[in-house]
Structure formats: C-alpha cells, structure tokens
C-alpha cells in the first residue's frame, strides 16, 4: 500500500511539473510586444556604460602607445568630384571623403556589438591624427546640416575616421607646351607635428586601389583626367623628417576651344594677309586696308590668348605659333611696301631715261650757225658729195675762169646765217679735182649708195639746202638748171639718213602693269612657307610627351 501511495504522489508531481511547463511556454507566446520593447531599452544604457569606462582615465592629447611603438595611420581618398582646374591661379578644387584609420587599444571593449557607430561628438573626446595638406591653399571641413563626420570604434579598438573635405591645392604647371601640354597635380598630405618617429602614414588598399575617382566624378572642361597615382616620401624639416603621402591627378587639357577661338583665326588671318599678293600693285588703298587690318587681327588675337594664362616669363607653344603668324602678315604688308618702292624707283629711272633721250636727240630747226666747215668734214661720204656737187657748179658757171684758185679758200665765216653772196671762185676752191657735164649721173648714182650718215648729216642736208636755195641771184644765173639736180641729190642723201638721225631711240618698255616681279614669287614663297611651318608646328607638338610630373613644394 506504502509503494502505491508513493507512485500515486511521484505521478502527480510530473504532471504538475508539465503543467507548468506548457503554462510558461503559453504565456510566452502571449505576452504582449510592449514588454520586448521595455527589455530593449536597457542596451544603450549598456552602450553608454561602456563608453563611459573607455573614456574614464582616457586621456586625449596622448597619441596611442606613447613612449612606445610608432602610431601607424592607414589612409585612403574617395574622390566624390574634381575640379574646376585653374591656369591662372595654377590650383584645383575638388571635394573627398577623407578616412583615415588607426589602432588605440586604449578603446578596446567587450560588448554584444563589434562596431559603436557614433556621430562628430565622440571625435573631440579621443585622440585623433594632426593630418593637414602640405600644398592645400584652402580646405573646408562641410558643416551642413551637421558635420560631416564618421566615427566608428571597432571591438579591438580599431578607429576609423572619415570626414567630408573641400580641397582647393596648388597644381604647379609648367606651360611651355601650351596648349598640348599635360600636367600632374598632386596632393600632399602628411602629419603637422609627429616625426616619423612617432607616426607614419600608409595606404590602407595598397598604392592602387586606396584612391578612387569614379568617372562620373571627373568630368572637367578643360582637361582631360587620364587616371592617378601615388607615391611616399620623406621630408626633412629643421624639426625632423616627416612622412609625406602624395597622389598625382595627372590631366590633359582639351585643345577644342584653342582651335576655335586662336588657331583657326591666326590660321585665317594670314590667308587673308596673303590674298593681297593678287591684287594688282596699282590698288594701293585695297592692299593697305588688307595689311593693316590683318596686322590689328593679329594683335588682338595674341592679346586675347593671354587673358586665360598666368603672366609667365617664357613663351608657350600657343605664343610661338602667334608669333610665326604675326611675322607673316607683317611681312605681307612688307612685301606690299618694297612692291611700290621699286614700282616708283622703275616709273623713277623710265623717267630719266626718256627726257635724256629726249636731250640728246631734239627736234628741232637747223641752225645755219651750226653748219661750219668743220662739221662738212666730219665724214668723208659728205666730202665726196660736197666736192662732186662744187664741180659740176663750176663747170657749169665758168669754164676759162681759173684766177686766183691759191688766194680762195674756205673759211668757217663764210656760211653764216646772214651770208648769201656764194661766187663761182668760192665753188671751184673748194673743189680742186671738177668734174665735167658727163659725169652728173655718176654723181648721183654715187650719192644714192652713200651709207647713212651720222647724226651731224641732216645739219649737212640742211645747211646745203638752205644755201642753195637762200643764195643770191647770181648762184641762180650762174648755176641754172644744174641747181635744181644739187638740190634733188641733196635731199635724196638726207633722206636716207633723217629717219634714223632726227628720230630717238626707243623708249625703254615700261615695266608689266598690275603685277611685280615681288608679288609673283611671294605668291609662291608665302603660302609654302607657312604650310611648312604648320606642319612641322603641329607634328613636333603631337607626337612629343608633354605630361609632366609636378616637382615637390618642399
């Protein structure tokens, strides 16, 4: 009965024992959400207990592990845009997420949760890196709405620090290669009072990957941005050596607004300079305005070129190719001013040339001064014919009279402009060897075949004209009919010989009207020279390196 009792009581403890498991279970499942939530509220009081012991005896103004190992900083850069890039200030701007991460084991905890993610307040409280931007001109930390920083501590202490910057850094350029020229800009970055000692920075992806810019982020107007790449040093300082994390941005500036608003101008400016070398030399105003006016286009252009450079003291490509151009049009105006100088020194010579023409061979009457006995014998063809003409008058006058032939002689008085008393005695002294009637057609056969005389021969053919036709009655009655046959031979000889005597020589041509012999070759020369020049111009420039790396501001 005794075990009976026992095994009735042990039985009734295990269901009341089951009971009341399917009762804790019931209300379990039952309870209601608002007791979850009340058992919730008890982790950030947890949370602030544990910051609470990490900051208690934390002293911030002790980098981790003073007077021990050196602190080492891991660093990378999210580029979020880039740019504007400026030539004239040689800066550029653009906006990063700067992290940096670094180990204070003076921040471990142990927690349910591996990272606290905590906003700006935390940062003021703990030990953070003095990093700065050795070549920074401006950088802003964003505010808005709140500042824009991330802190995290990781369960092992690990510190990541991540803040929004605006950047504005110096980008040294050296634009001897303007506008084909590339540059590298670099950022610098490193600890403002930490020797490497005590500190050190290193990239926390590696040298490859630890800065990123998407594509999206680095659209510029002007440049081109072709990748990145970084690289560490070391400086010197009077207070120590300092390491220095750089990052080149390396850019190539776009050439589509230089064309259009420099080189097609130049370009079409001195084809416009060379367009006078067509128009004809005598439209001095055209081909003025066309010099002057591309020489002002010139100038304009090379001044307008420099608005957007910094005032260096070397020339750029962009100044040497305005320079090659500004010598063109110059010369074209040149070219145009030693056109009409030898123009008015030939019209100058043409000139001269004709009026001592005319001085030497003048038209004019023939002066019966002029006609002396030395001017009768100047050839022996006029001799002849004067000796044979006086023979036949004195065979024909007087046939006996013969006296006093040693006391007649000719004398250069006696054919002067007022003389007409001609005498048979002063025909026959002059004619020592007459000839008779018979030979008058042999005379004159001779007289036809007589060469032409020189330019003295029509004041020979004058001067015996007019004598015989000026002379007194005598002459006529003594002479006769022969007289008229003297005067017939006379003028046959002068005759011959007046056209090429009396008339001058030709007139030297005058020089082609229109176009010189300048404007031909320059026509040539010019446009040649300049096709040469540009090819060699943009051959050099295209195909040369011209990206260069940015020396260090230290």
């Not at 009734?12 to 089951?18: A, F, H, Q, V």
């Not at 980098?63 to 050196?70: H, I, L, S, T, Y």
């Not at 290669?177 to 990239?203: N, Q, R, V």
């Not at 001779?446 to 002459?475: D, E, F, K, M, Y």
Request: glycine share 4%; proline share 6%; hydrophobic share 40%.
């Amino acid at each position: 009965m005794v075990s009976a009792k026992e095994l009735v009581i042990a039985m009734s403890s295990g269901l009341s024992i089951t009971l009341l498991h399917f009762l804790c279970l019931a209300t379990c499942v039952t309870e209601p959400p608002g007791q979850i939530k009340k058992e919730e509220k008890l982790w950030p009081e947890n949370f602030t207990s544990i910051l609470n012991s990490l900051l208690d005896g934390y002293d911030n103004r002790l980098r981790p592990g003073f007077g021990g190992p050196v602190t080492e900083v891991k660093t990378d850069i999210y580029v979020t845009s880039f740019g504007p890039v400026s030539d004239v200030e040689m800066e550029y701007t653009m906006d990063v997420f700067f992290r940096q991460t670094w180990v204070d084991k003076r921040l471990k905890y142990d927690g349910p949760i591996e990272i606290l993610r905590l906003n700006n307040m935390m940062v003021s409280k703990v030990w953070t890196p003095d990093t700065f931007f050795r070549n920074g001109k401006k950088s802003v930390s964003h505010n808005m709405t709140a500042p824009n920083k991330l802190f995290r501590i990781m369960r092992n202490g690990t510190i990541l620090y991540t803040m929004r910057l605006t950047i504005s850094a110096e980008c040294p350029m050296r634009l001897v290669d303007f506008p084909m020229d590339g540059h590298a800009c670099p950022l610098k970055f490193g600890s403002y009072a930490y020797p490497k000692s005590e500190m050190i920075y290193t990239w926390t992806k590696g040298p490859e990957q630890s800065v990123e810019v998407p594509e999206e982020s680095s659209s510029l107007v002007q440049y081109d941005l072709l990748g990145h790449t970084v690289s560490t040093e070391t400086v010197k300082s009077i207070t120590g050596e300092y390491v220095v994390m750089t990052v080149y941005f390396h850019l190539r500036r776009k050439m589509g607004y230089f064309m259009i608003q420099t080189y097609i101008p130049c370009i079409m400016t001195v084809i416009l300079s060379q367009v006078s070398f067509w128009i004809n030399k005598e439209s001095v105003p055209a081909r003025t305005v066309f010099g002057i006016t591309t020489v002002l286009t010139m100038t304009t252009l090379s001044i307008s070129a420099r608005h957007s450079l910094p005032k260096v003291s070397y020339a750029t490509a962009m100044d040497w190719f305005i320079a090659v151009c500004f010598a063109f049009v110059f010369s074209a105006l040149i070219e145009f001013a030693a056109v009409n100088y030898f123009t008015n020194v030939q019209m100058e010579k043409a000139k001269r040339k004709t009026v001592k023409s005319l001085l030497e061979f003048p038209v004019m009457p023939v002066q019966r001064e002029q006609c002396t006995v030395e001017a009768l014998m100047t050839t022996d063809a006029n001799s002849n014919v004067r000796k044979r003409t006086n023979a036949m008058a004195q065979s024909e006058a007087d046939g006996g009279n013969r006296t006093d032939t040693a006391n007649s002689s000719i004398q250069p008085s006696v054919v002067t402009q007022g003389s007409s008393d001609i005498t048979p005695q002063s025909l026959s002294a002059s004619s020592p060897n007459p000839f008779s009637r018979l030979n008058v057609s042999e005379t004159l056969s001779s007289a036809r075949a007589t060469p032409p005389a020189p330019p003295s021969t029509p004041i020979l053919t004058g001067c015996i004209t007019q004598h015989a036709t000026a002379g007194s009655p005598s002459i006529h009655h003594l002479l006769g009919s022969r007289l008229e046959q003297i005067q017939t031979t006379a003028n046959t000889v002068g005759a011959s010989v007046k056209p090429s005597a009396i008339s001058p020589s030709p007139a030297p041509p005058a020089s082609s009207s229109g176009t010189s012999k300048i404007d031909k070759y320059a026509r040539i020369l010019f446009p040649v020279t300049f096709g040469a020049f540009n090819m060699v111009y943009w051959v050099v420039y295209l195909s040369k390196d011209t990206m260069e790396k940015s020396e260090s501001l230290m």
